[in-house]
């Protein structure tokens, strides 16, 4: 599967952006999906994680509350909405795929989980 992110851009703190990926194959509504970012000079770390069937989610503890994850299987489409920005969330954010349906403790935030990873979407966020 290609994974393709968008929505990403500059916003002042307390702003709002939607982040969309979009998956080629019709196969997507069997992926579980994530969003992960990557801060310079910093390791690419976990944001939010959905289930394939979009029935169970997870966030990392820095964007709960603030950020919502969610899919529309029958558009091929995950998203990131965010709320309530701060400058530390500036970062580039990818979205990733994963496929295989075996699940350790907290597989929702380990990268290598996920087999496929879409070319990431700057956000940056102004204070």
């Known amino acids: 599967v290609q994974l393709q992110a968008s929505g990403g851009g500059l916003v002042q703190a307390g702003g709002s952006l939607r982040l969309s990926c979009v998956a080629s194959g019709r196969t997507f509504s069997s992926y579980d999906m994530g969003w992960f970012r990557q801060a310079p000079g910093k390791e690419r770390e976990f944001v939010a994680a959905i289930s394939w069937s979009g029935g169970s989610t997870y966030y990392a503890d820095s964007v709960k509350g603030r950020f919502t994850i969610s899919r529309a299987n029958a558009k091929n489409k995950v998203y990131l909405q965010m709320n309530s920005l701060k400058p530390e969330d500036t970062a580039v954010y990818y979205c990733?795929?994963?496929?295989?349906?075996?699940?350790?403790?907290?597989?929702?935030?380990?990268?290598?989980?996920?087999?496929?990873w879409g070319q990431g979407t700057l956000v940056t966020v102004s204070s």
């Open positions: 990733a795929a994963k496929g295989l349906k075996v699940y350790g403790s907290s597989w929702y935030s380990n990268l290598n989980e996920y087999n496929y």
